[in-house]
Structures are given as C-alpha cells and as structure tokens.
C-alpha cells in the first residue's frame, strides 16, 4: 500500500489506527452503532445519496438467516477515482467499515465488487486481508466478542467486476456477482430485502464504508460539525482536465465550485463539468454554486475544461461513451442515447433545426424519468446543459445560427 502521510483531510485523510473503530463497534450494541450512523446523517457517497442509516436498518431488520454487505468499487464513472485511492492508500477506513455494517445488519459476509480495470490492485488487497485475519480484525469470532459464545463472525471477498458501466447501479452489481450479465433489476424488491443469491443485502460505495469507520471512531455528533446541516461531513473530489493540480481533495461539503477551482489552480476556466460524465456542466456564470445536496450533489468528479476546449467535441465524446455502454435492457437508454448522439453529429453538419434539437432535449427529460436505471436516467444531463450553457458556443462551431435559432431549411 503506498504512503498516505502527504494527504490531509478533516474526517478521511486523518490518523487511523486500524481496528480501532471495530473495538469501539463491537463494545456498543447494534442499535447504538446504528444510532451514530443516523446522527450522523451520513449520505451515500457513490452519488445517490441515500441515508445510510436507512439502509443498514431496512436491511437488519429483514427476516433471513443469511445477510450480506457488497462494498461497490466499480468506480466506472469518467473522472472519478477517489475510490481507487482509499482502496490503495486508506484500505484500513474500508474493511473496518466493511466489519461495522456486517455487525450492525447481522451480516458474515461481505464482499469488495472491484472494477475490472483495478486488478492490478488485487494481490495488495488480498495481502492486505491475510494481515487484519491475523490480528482477528475479520474471520472468526471477531476479537472475542464473546466467548462464551460462537461470537460475531464476518470474512470478506473480492470479486472482480467485467468493466461494465451499468455493474456501478447496485441490483446491475449483483446480477453480475451471481454470473449474470449485469443488468438493473426491477425494483421492488429492493436488495434490503432480496439482494445477491435473494438475500437481504446492503450495498455501499468505498466513501461511505470510510466514512462509517470514523464516524464510529469519532460519534455522529463530531460528523455533523463538518459540511453543511443537510450535507454532513467532507467529500472526496477527484479533480481532473485543464488545472494545474489534478487529484483527489478532500472538502467539506458546501464549498463552491470557485472555491475548489482555486485550489487545483484552474486557470482561464469556461466549464466544470460535476459529476462526470452522467453529471451537469457549468458555465463561469455558475461558478459560484456550492458543492452539497442542497444545490450540486455529485458522486465526486469533477472535470475542469478551460477556453481552448470545443464544447461540442465535450459533449460528442460524452454521448459516444453512453451508447457504448448502455445495456440496451430498456427502450429510453437503448435508443435515446444513440438519438442524442445523432443530434450532436447533426449540429457539427449543419444539419439540423431549432424545433429538431428542442424535441432531442424534450427526449432526454423523457429519459431522465422513463429509463430503468441510473444510466438512462442520467446521461441525458450532459446533452442539456451543454446545450443549455454553452448555446453560443454551439452556434459558432463552425454552423449557421440561423437555422439553429429559427429551424432555417436544414435537416428537414
């Protein structure tokens, strides 16, 4: 694993002593660790942001025998790789967050779902896991519990994922661990109640599992001191494109986009696209917005384009992306993608018209509400705002703003 001592950070990028939150948990009963999550009114950090006290709860109360804990490290989203660095650098945070949620939901398994593209980290991982099983951290009869007793048993796997990115929507993740091919189930039921092999299953991003191991170290109370009353705590942005440090920053939630351009020396810039490919692309006028639930959830990328770039070209190279890696399970995705995809190649003809592209964004609200899954839900976003944003630029690309304003004679 590599040095992590150059990283600071209020909450995640801190001093950790691996397994101590795991004694903490284990001295507490379920309902008291859970009590902690709640207070701290910690949100899913993978970009959905469901509490995750809500979740732990639903699934600890589900009647089965057999339960388990799917850590999700399919980190696929374009410019995100924050998960990649606490996995390599901060694997303690994870799998001590791993053990907690398996004791809280009544969980002996969990398992690391890892994005096919991360194998080369496999071995350390595995590395890694042989150590904490040595100092009773995972396994059996985890620090003796009880021993009087079989005692509070929980091991953990890695699975590695086929590089899809539909496997990052939670039911797609497990339809491919059970050997399927990853595709978003039909919701209800939900994995709190039939999850992988149809058993009660939470599944939480790498961020979220960290989070919980210093929320437990520290209390849901100190947690809710950073970030902003309806988004606590910090959040790892992994910065890439046109500045001059890229990487992963660790902020509060609440901090503007001004404020985090600042920071990685972004220079002459003209959009930020938040959220990856899937996310909202800003214009200079928005730069003031704030990074939370609030005003600008994201799952944490944040791409940095500065005035040399083609917003067109951006936008094309985006919906390239999301045909490709459609499923094609579901009518919205399967052809609207590739409908918005075709606009975009219209506009850079100069073939096309004002009420066509208007009727291409009135498709991509369609998707956003009828698409089965996060993908067809969300990769219209980039279509319209760029559209919306940058529509001058678009004009001037090279095309005839007269039939893009006033539908002109082409592309009938």
């Known amino acids: 694993m590599q040095n992590r001592k150059n990283r600071k950070g209020a909450v995640l990028f801190t001093d950790y002593n691996r397994g101590r939150s795991i004694k903490k948990a284990l001295s507490m009963s379920r309902e008291e660790v859970l009590f902690e999550i709640k207070e701290s009114k910690l949100k899913g950090r993978g970009g959905a942001g469901f509490p995750t006290s809500t979740k732990w709860m639903l699934t600890a109360a589900a009647k089965s025998d057999v339960k388990y804990v799917i850590c999700n490290a399919d980190e ?29 939901i009544g969980a002996k398994e969990g398992i690391v779902y890892l994005r096919g593209e ?18 009773n951290l995972l396994g059996k009869n985890i620090l003796g519990k009880d021993k009087s007793k079989e005692g509070f048993d929980f091991d953990i796997r890695i699975h590695l994922g086929n590089g899809a990115y539909v496997c990052g929507e939670e039911t797609a993740l497990i339809e491919s661990l059970e050997g399927h091919r990853g595709e978003a189930r039909n919701r209800p039921p939900f994995p709190v109640n039939s999850g992988f092999k ?8 790498v961020e979220t599992l960290a989070a919980v191991t210093k929320i437990i170290e520290n209390s849901g109370k100190w947690y809710q001191e950073h970030g902003t009353d309806k988004s606590t705590g910090s959040k790892l942005f992994s910065v890439s494109g046109d500045c001059e440090k890229p990487g992963v920053y660790e902020l509060p939630w609440g901090t503007k986009i001004s404020e985090l351009l600042k920071i990685v020396s972004a220079k002459n810039t003209k959009a930020v696209q938040v959220g990856g490919a899937s996310g909202i692309c800003l214009d200079k006028s928005q730069f003031n917005r704030t990074l939370g639930y609030e005003d600008m959830p994201t799952g944490g990328s944040i791409i940095v384009f500065n005035e040399s770039r083609n917003m067109l070209k951006v936008l094309k190279n985006f919906m390239e992306f999301f045909v490709e890696e459609s499923c094609g399970q579901c ?15 219209m506009i850079e003809r100069n073939e096309f018209t004002f009420n066509y592209i208007n009727k291409l964004k009135e498709l991509g609200a369609t998707m956003q509400v009828a698409s089965k899954c996060g993908l067809g839900q969300s990769s219209p976003n980039s279509f319209i705002s760029i559209l919306e944003n940058f529509k001058d630029e678009i004009l001037n690309t090279g095309l005839n703003s007269t039939s893009f304003g006033n539908g002109g004679n082409n592309g009938k």
């Open 76 to 104: 696929g989203e374009p410019g995100t790789f924050k998960d990649r660095v606490l996995l390599s650098e901060y694997p303690d945070l994870v799998f001590d967050g791993m053990v907690i949620a398996g004791y809280v």
């Open 198 to 205: 149809g058993k009660p299953t939470t599944v939480n991003n």
């Open 118 to 135: 991360y194998e080369y980290m496999l071995d350390s991982l595995n590395e890694y896991l042989e150590v904490i099983r040595k100092e």
């Open 331 to 345: 009518t919205p995705c399967r052809i609207g993608n590739v409908k918005l995809l075709e606009g975009v190649k």
